[in-house]
């Protein structure tokens, strides 16, 4: 079975995607959780580009318009995850993800 | 050609796979920008230079500036950046979870119709191209994006900047 | 054996594989990190070899590879490797000096518990700098010449405990940005300027002769040509790293670091990489020597910082006490010597002083770090003494350095090459007063490495640290030998007899006549330097550590004013370093009282509009939504029992949600 190149970027990406997910599911530290959606955002863009690159319409240039507007968002989102991260520190003296739960019902 | 884009694509899986799994928290950051340079590399590999060098400057050099300065503020001790071992059954139940997802993705891309199409030529997108695509189709959004980013920078300033009444309080 | 120059960039790839071997090698894996190291530089010394064979089959062939790095947009910044006899023979010595310094390192630093990273360093540091030599691109240049700067500055900080060692990294790696900035200025005006920053390039490059006209004629501020004020901003980037007057002050600092680093710093890789960089771009540099009536020629600035850096450097290396600072200041006065001859129009004869002073410098360096390995660390020369006779290999290999390095006629190498600037300096037409000052300089080094010889190796030991001086291990002696037999024999290269060196370098080379009377001059100098530099400190040996040197005794201040380096780091750290505090301090006041009074006025306002807000809201508003509240409270506890606060369990049910979507999708075939 040969796969095409396109098909090879998209395995790729799930890859990512997935590996970034287990980390978020399986780490206590908030921090890592957040690197680990970093990722999975990082996996759509490459999803962005492999289609500009290799889909039907790439003259458009709408993928790498998209992706430049997606990292944008994400470094924005980074930077208030982290500083929440912070906060939530400051507050209760650790960052694992589950004792961070005061706001529940 | 596609040599390169499995090396590029097994170096950076392997990054983020062993960052995710590391207990040293440092280290993790470290790999993690390697895996964004990995990505950043893909980019240059399917011609997106721009984007490329955009991924390079906002995660390899800005984000993981950001995630260094919360590592090291969030360590009580120095000496340690070791985390506590995760409970074994969330790590099994997300590895659980996480194949599940894997196995519909993979299973939904190998059995999809995307057929090797014919050989297209490159395409490219010159810097002065995507400048007027941002500043004429896109106006709108670039406006908002810079509206976001303005109202972040603020938030995350306010976020993580200390009370200094309450916590002079609590130091009392 | 042959080397094409599209396989150049294995000499540098090479090392630089290492240093990635050595950083992820674990602590304990010394042996692991210095083979590999070692390897990689012994492989890299062959290539260079195969590279010199491919050069000399037609010395004034510029053989280059260019290829594109990436394209942005329409253009293209384009890379490319250089091969000629001077990237060669450069290449051949870096490899050379770098292996044998390697070498003396695994003794040296054998006790080290960061030895590992030591290598890893050390290696980064040698591909650097070949980076810098096989460079076809300023750019690529440039980028290799950065990483020159970050390995100096971990590698003089390697010690970063001690807080002498953090302050000279620190200090060596600023003061040198300072020129760098002036070498990306330069590159950038001269990228804008010929739209290409290639070396050679068919006759597109800067360095040919279409963009070095066009340069030339253009003019900019005060008549200066467009060439003239590119080089002079490319000669700020490489006074910095060749510690030039008046960014000279890291350079003794940088003795901080382990002593392998400081003979690599000063012999081979980084103080070479600012006379290389002129040499490199000499075309440019002598262009504008067409026009004779520009207002100031770049050559001229060139021999004129030069000059004065070595008789600075010579007259401070006088009062030194610390046997690594007193090579350092005859460093920073060697390479005076360098870009004096580059200035004066001898290019090829700094290149050759270049070669040599590598040779010498490095014999010197490993010497002085053998006498304090054998001393237990002691480097102060008024607490050494009497070591001629313990440490017998590393007496003679220090003295043969010495003897190069003062210019003892005939034999040595170090005699030739500066012979050769002393005779292009000559026939500077434009001044003497270079010519004289390398005269005064000649006298000077003769006579402080008598001193420091006379210090300490004769006399008695004066500290319990040198009475019990070993020699070192073999490891550490052998270079030293290799080294020393170089330093004798490279010198007949390149004599005014058989100017072999010359004729590579420069196929247009053709000797003056009438050294003969000048040869003699700068024999009886040196004579005069050793002479007088024996009689004050070799007749009457130093009988305690506590005694005041002999010029200390009859002129204490000027000693004292050339000990404390003639006050240049005091003077910077009160202008300089006073600007800057003063920009900061006027900074937080405008920040402090401007800003934050605009920001509470308007805070106030706000405050004042909330509260009339309160006011009306508590009494009209509230009542009737209190009502409302209450119900909308109980409803929301009930639902509120779904939300576990469990971050993870709700990630996860996402994933597990969006799995059996797909799979409902996908086996209920509703597509």
Same mark, same amino acid.
């Given at each position: 079975m040969s796969l095409s190149p396109l098909q090879l970027c998209l395995l790729f990406s799930s890859a990512l995607f997935c590996v970034g997910l287990i980390g978020a599911l399986s780490r206590s530290n908030t921090i890592l959780v957040l690197l680990g959606i970093e990722l999975m955002l990082n996996a759509a863009n490459i999803n962005f580009i492999a289609f500009w690159r290799f889909g039907p319409?790439?003259?458009?240039?709408?993928?790498?318009? !998209?992706?430049?507007?997606?990292?944008?968002?994400?470094?924005?989102?980074?930077? &208030?995850?982290?500083?929440?991260?912070i906060a939530v520190y400051r507050h209760q003296k650790n960052i694992r993800l589950q004792e961070a739960n005061r706001l529940k019902g | 050609m596609t040599l390169a884009f499995l090396a590029i694509a097994f170096v950076t899986v392997a990054a983020a796979a062993v960052a995710m799994a590391l207990r040293n928290l440092i280290h993790s950051a470290l790999l993690l920008v390697f895996n964004w340079a990995g990505i950043a590399a893909f980019y240059l590999w399917a011609g997106a230079e721009f984007v490329a060098f955009s991924q390079l400057m906002v995660y390899v050099g800005a984000v993981s500036m950001v995630v260094l300065f919360a590592v090291l503020l969030t360590q009580r001790s120095p000496q340690s950046f070791r985390e506590q071992p995760d409970s074994i059954s969330r790590v099994i139940g997300a590895l659980l979870v996480g194949g599940a997802v894997l196995g519909v993705l993979f299973g939904a891309v190998l059995s999809s119709r995307l057929a090797p199409s014919a050989a297209t030529a490159t395409p490219t997108i010159s810097v002065k191209e995507l400048g007027s695509l941002l500043m004429g189709p896109h106006a709108a959004a670039l406006l908002i994006v810079g509206v976001i980013l303005t109202v972040t920078l603020i938030g995350a300033v306010i976020i993580a900047s200390t009370d200094h009444a309450e916590s002079g309080k609590d130091e009392s | 054996m042959n080397l094409s120059v599209q396989y150049l960039w294995l000499i540098p790839a090479l090392p630089l594989l290492a240093a990635g071997i050595g950083a992820l090698t674990p602590r304990s894996g010394k042996a692991i990190a210095a083979g590999a190291t070692i390897g990689a530089m012994g492989l890299a010394f062959v290539l260079s070899c195969?590279?010199?064979?491919?050069a000399l089959k037609d010395p004034a062939a510029h053989l280059v590879a260019n290829f594109t790095w990436f394209e942005l947009g329409h253009s293209a910044v384009r890379l490319g490797w250089l091969l000629d006899p001077l990237t060669a023979l450069m290449c051949?010595?870096?490899t050379f000096v770098g292996l044998l310094i390697f070498i003396f390192s695994t003794g040296y630093m054998h006790e080290d518990a960061n030895f590992t990273r030591f290598f890893c360093f050390l290696s980064l540091f040698a591909a650097a700098m070949l980076g810098i030599l096989i460079a076809n691109s300023l750019l690529l240049l440039f980028i290799s010449w950065e990483l020159v700067g970050l390995a100096s500055y971990l590698l003089i900080g390697f010690w970063f405990h001690k807080p002498a060692a953090a302050a000279a990294a620190k200090k060596a790696f600023i003061t040198t940005r300072i020129g760098d900035l002036g070498f990306l200025l330069g590159m950038l005006w001269l990228s804008d300027a010929t739209g290409s920053l290639l070396f050679y390039d068919a006759g597109k490059g800067v360095l040919e002769t279409s963009a070095l006209t066009a340069l030339v004629t253009q003019t900019t501020v005060g008549g200066l040509a467009v060439s003239t004020a590119i080089g002079l901003l490319l000669f700020c980037g490489a006074a910095g790293k060749s510690g030039q007057f008046p960014l000279h002050v890291w350079l003794p600092d940088a003795m901080e670091g382990p002593t392998p680093v400081s003979a690599l710093i000063h012999a081979a890789t980084m103080v070479a990489a600012g006379v290389f960089l002129i040499a490199r771009v000499y075309p440019l540099m002598s262009a504008d020597q067409?026009?004779?009536?520009?207002?100031?020629?770049?050559?001229? &600035? &060139?021999?004129?910082?030069?000059?004065?850096?070595?008789?600075?450097?010579?007259?401070?290396?006088?009062?030194?006490?610390?046997?690594?600072?007193?090579?350092? !200041?005859?460093?920073?006065?060697?390479l005076g010597y360098m870009m004096l001859a580059l200035g004066v129009g001898s290019w090829v004869a700094a290149i050759f002083h270049l070669?040599?002073?590598?040779? !010498?410098?490095?014999?010197? !360096?490993? +010497?002085?770090?053998?006498?304090?390995? +054998?001393?237990?660390h002691e480097q102060d020369i008024r607490q050494l003494g009497g070591l001629k006779g313990p440490l017998k290999v590393t007496f003679a290999t220090f003295a043969i350095g010495m003897m190069a390095l003062a210019g003892v006629p005939f034999v040595f190498?170090?005699?030739?090459?500066?012979?050769?600037?002393?005779?292009?300096?000559?026939?500077?037409? &434009?001044?003497?007063?270079?010519?004289?000052?390398?005269?005064?300089?000649?006298?000077l080094t003769a006579f402080y490495m008598t001193r420091l010889v006379a210090e300490a190796f004769f006399g008695q030991a004066r500290s319990p640290a040198s009475e019990h001086a070993h020699e070192s291990p073999a490891v550490m002696t052998v270079p030293l030998v290799l080294l020393a037999i170089c330093a004798v024999l490279l010198g007949f290269l390149g004599t005014p007899y058989w100017p072999w060196l010359q004729h590579t370098l420069d196929p247009k080379f053709h000797s003056e006549p009438g050294g003969g009377g000048l040869m003699v001059t700068s024999i009886v100098l040196v004579a005069l330097g050793i002479g007088s530099g024996w009689a004050v400190y070799g007749r009457r040996l130093r009988a305690k550590a506590s005694a005041p040197d002999p010029i200390e005794a009859k002129v204490p201040d000027l000693f004292a004013a050339l000990a404390a380096r003639l006050g240049f780091d005091e003077l910077y750290a009160a202008t300089v370093g006073r600007l800057n505090t003063f920009l900061a301090d006027a900074a937080d006041v405008f920040?402090?009282?401007?800003?934050?009074?605009?920001?509470?006025?308007l805070a106030g306002l706000g405050q004042f509009t909330g509260n009339v807000t309160r006011e009306t809201d508590e009494n009209l508003v509230n009542g009737g939504f209190d009502a409302t509240s209450e119900q909308l409270k109980s409803t929301a506890k009930t639902y509120s029992r779904a939300q576990t606060g469990d971050t993870h369990g709700y990630l996860m049910l996402v994933a597990l949600g969006f799995v059996l979507l797909v799979l409902a999708v996908m086996l209920g075939g509703t597509r």
């Amino acid at each position: 079975m040969s796969l095409s190149p396109l098909q090879l970027c998209l395995l790729f990406s799930s890859a990512l995607f997935c590996v970034g997910l287990i980390g978020a599911l399986s780490r206590s530290n908030t921090i890592l959780v957040l690197l680990g959606i970093e990722l999975m955002l990082n996996a759509a863009n490459i999803n962005f580009i492999a289609f500009w690159r290799f889909g039907p319409a790439p003259a458009a240039g709408t993928g790498v318009v !998209f992706v430049l507007f997606s990292i944008a968002v994400a470094a924005a989102e980074a930077a &208030v995850g982290l500083a929440l991260v912070i906060a939530v520190y400051r507050h209760q003296k650790n960052i694992r993800l589950q004792e961070a739960n005061r706001l529940k019902g | 050609m596609t040599l390169a884009f499995l090396a590029i694509a097994f170096v950076t899986v392997a990054a983020a796979a062993v960052a995710m799994a590391l207990r040293n928290l440092i280290h993790s950051a470290l790999l993690l920008v390697f895996n964004w340079a990995g990505i950043a590399a893909f980019y240059l590999w399917a011609g997106a230079e721009f984007v490329a060098f955009s991924q390079l400057m906002v995660y390899v050099g800005a984000v993981s500036m950001v995630v260094l300065f919360a590592v090291l503020l969030t360590q009580r001790s120095p000496q340690s950046f070791r985390e506590q071992p995760d409970s074994i059954s969330r790590v099994i139940g997300a590895l659980l979870v996480g194949g599940a997802v894997l196995g519909v993705l993979f299973g939904a891309v190998l059995s999809s119709r995307l057929a090797p199409s014919a050989a297209t030529a490159t395409p490219t997108i010159s810097v002065k191209e995507l400048g007027s695509l941002l500043m004429g189709p896109h106006a709108a959004a670039l406006l908002i994006v810079g509206v976001i980013l303005t109202v972040t920078l603020i938030g995350a300033v306010i976020i993580a900047s200390t009370d200094h009444a309450e916590s002079g309080k609590d130091e009392s | 054996m042959n080397l094409s120059v599209q396989y150049l960039w294995l000499i540098p790839a090479l090392p630089l594989l290492a240093a990635g071997i050595g950083a992820l090698t674990p602590r304990s894996g010394k042996a692991i990190a210095a083979g590999a190291t070692i390897g990689a530089m012994g492989l890299a010394f062959v290539l260079s070899c195969g590279a010199l064979v491919t050069a000399l089959k037609d010395p004034a062939a510029h053989l280059v590879a260019n290829f594109t790095w990436f394209e942005l947009g329409h253009s293209a910044v384009r890379l490319g490797w250089l091969l000629d006899p001077l990237t060669a023979l450069m290449c051949v010595m870096v490899t050379f000096v770098g292996l044998l310094i390697f070498i003396f390192s695994t003794g040296y630093m054998h006790e080290d518990a960061n030895f590992t990273r030591f290598f890893c360093f050390l290696s980064l540091f040698a591909a650097a700098m070949l980076g810098i030599l096989i460079a076809n691109s300023l750019l690529l240049l440039f980028i290799s010449w950065e990483l020159v700067g970050l390995a100096s500055y971990l590698l003089i900080g390697f010690w970063f405990h001690k807080p002498a060692a953090a302050a000279a990294a620190k200090k060596a790696f600023i003061t040198t940005r300072i020129g760098d900035l002036g070498f990306l200025l330069g590159m950038l005006w001269l990228s804008d300027a010929t739209g290409s920053l290639l070396f050679y390039d068919a006759g597109k490059g800067v360095l040919e002769t279409s963009a070095l006209t066009a340069l030339v004629t253009q003019t900019t501020v005060g008549g200066l040509a467009v060439s003239t004020a590119i080089g002079l901003l490319l000669f700020c980037g490489a006074a910095g790293k060749s510690g030039q007057f008046p960014l000279h002050v890291w350079l003794p600092d940088a003795m901080e670091g382990p002593t392998p680093v400081s003979a690599l710093i000063h012999a081979a890789t980084m103080v070479a990489a600012g006379v290389f960089l002129i040499a490199r771009v000499y075309p440019l540099m002598s262009a504008d020597q067409a026009i004779a009536t520009a207002p100031l020629h770049a050559l001229s &600035v &060139v021999a004129a910082i030069g000059a004065i850096t070595a008789l600075l450097g010579a007259v401070i290396a006088v009062a030194q006490n610390d046997i690594k600072r007193i090579l350092a !200041f005859s460093t920073v006065s060697q390479l005076g010597y360098m870009m004096l001859a580059l200035g004066v129009g001898s290019w090829v004869a700094a290149i050759f002083h270049l070669l040599t002073h590598a040779f !010498f410098k490095a014999l010197l !360096f490993l +010497a002085a770090g053998s006498v304090i390995h +054998a001393a237990h660390h002691e480097q102060d020369i008024r607490q050494l003494g009497g070591l001629k006779g313990p440490l017998k290999v590393t007496f003679a290999t220090f003295a043969i350095g010495m003897m190069a390095l003062a210019g003892v006629p005939f034999v040595f190498s170090g005699f030739w090459s500066k012979e050769a600037i002393l005779h292009a300096a000559h026939g500077w037409n &434009v001044s003497h007063l270079p010519f004289y000052a390398g005269l005064v300089a000649v006298v000077l080094t003769a006579f402080y490495m008598t001193r420091l010889v006379a210090e300490a190796f004769f006399g008695q030991a004066r500290s319990p640290a040198s009475e019990h001086a070993h020699e070192s291990p073999a490891v550490m002696t052998v270079p030293l030998v290799l080294l020393a037999i170089c330093a004798v024999l490279l010198g007949f290269l390149g004599t005014p007899y058989w100017p072999w060196l010359q004729h590579t370098l420069d196929p247009k080379f053709h000797s003056e006549p009438g050294g003969g009377g000048l040869m003699v001059t700068s024999i009886v100098l040196v004579a005069l330097g050793i002479g007088s530099g024996w009689a004050v400190y070799g007749r009457r040996l130093r009988a305690k550590a506590s005694a005041p040197d002999p010029i200390e005794a009859k002129v204490p201040d000027l000693f004292a004013a050339l000990a404390a380096r003639l006050g240049f780091d005091e003077l910077y750290a009160a202008t300089v370093g006073r600007l800057n505090t003063f920009l900061a301090d006027a900074a937080d006041v405008f920040d402090r009282y401007i800003w934050d009074g605009a920001v509470r006025l308007l805070a106030g306002l706000g405050q004042f509009t909330g509260n009339v807000t309160r006011e009306t809201d508590e009494n009209l508003v509230n009542g009737g939504f209190d009502a409302t509240s209450e119900q909308l409270k109980s409803t929301a506890k009930t639902y509120s029992r779904a939300q576990t606060g469990d971050t993870h369990g709700y990630l996860m049910l996402v994933a597990l949600g969006f799995v059996l979507l797909v799979l409902a999708v996908m086996l209920g075939g509703t597509r």
